[in-house]
């Protein structure tokens, strides 16, 4: 399936509903983006926008490709200078971290309030990073007297998390590594595949999502890398 630009598409179809899942957080003007939706619209419909919620602050509050990250009052005022109302927001049934807001333009606009205040939503978010800061130190302290090659596997979002929020280990790199091109982010560090690089030729430390990390670790050890010479990141 070809990917077409929201402004770029015919505005002669007029659409009822338009759902957009985990794009708004991504974009420079959200504000014009939901303009953009507004033009593929017929008059009396609706628009259902999901990003990540503020309501539970979790690493993807720290993803470095998010331009902006929402509470439940600025997505309202967003919405407003869009010329719609937030008429309800809610957390998603499939992902208690993707929260659900539903745009119209026929009702009035209705008190909106976050359900974290803003001082909160700060703390939990200084939270993560000092994780971070601490996880930059800890690898450090177990790589000190380590002179070979460094490889973290994962050019994903986690991977952007460690390459911001714990740069001193980063810097160490000797590259990324990934089973698969197909999906990788852009770093400042070389990317190669696993199946070219020589097992045990280093440490390789396991960057990835702690669902995922298992079944990396698997196909290391499958792959003839031994498990002193693997770093899970917990």
Same mark, same amino acid.
């Given at each position: ?115 974290? +205040?803003?001082?909160?939503? @700060?703390?939990? $978010? %200084?939270?993560?990073? =000092? &994780? ?6 800890? *690898? ?60 045990? +030729?280093?440490?390789?430390? @396991?960057?990835? $999502? %702690?669902?995922?990390? =298992? &079944? ?6 499958? *792959? ?11």
């Amino acid at each position: 399936m070809s990917k077409i630009k929201v402004r770029r598409l015919p505005t002669k179809k007029k659409f009822e509903f338009v759902f957009s899942n985990n794009v708004i957080e991504h974009t420079s003007n959200p504000v014009k983006f939901i303009k953009n939706i507004d033009k593929l619209l017929s008059e009396k419909s609706f628009i259902l926008v999901c990003c990540p919620t503020q309501t539970k602050i979790t690493n993807e509050t720290l993803f470095i490709d998010h331009v902006f990250h929402f509470s439940e009052q600025s997505f309202k005022m967003i919405a407003n200078k869009a010329g719609f109302v937030l008429d309800k927001d809610f957390i998603s049934s499939w992902d208690k971290f993707t929260h659900c807001y539903l745009l119209k333009k026929t009702k009035k606009q209705k008190k909106i309030k976050n359900r974290i +205040s803003a001082k909160t939503a @700060i703390m939990y $978010r %200084k939270s993560i990073v =000092d &994780k971070y800061r601490i996880l930059d130190d800890q *690898l450090l302290n177990k790589l000190i007297n380590f002179k070979g090659n460094i490889y973290l596997f994962g050019a994903g979002e986690l991977s952007q998390i460690i390459r911001c929020y714990a740069p001193k280990f980063f810097d160490r790199l000797s590259s990324l590594v990934v089973s698969d091109l197909k999906g990788a982010r852009l770093f400042n560090k070389k990317i190669n595949l696993i199946r070219d690089i020589k097992p045990n +030729s280093g440490v390789i430390v @396991i960057g990835v $999502r %702690k669902d995922k990390a =298992d &079944k990396v670790l698997t196909n290391l050890l499958k *792959l003839g890398w031994s498990k002193n010479k693997i770093i899970k990141i917990n």
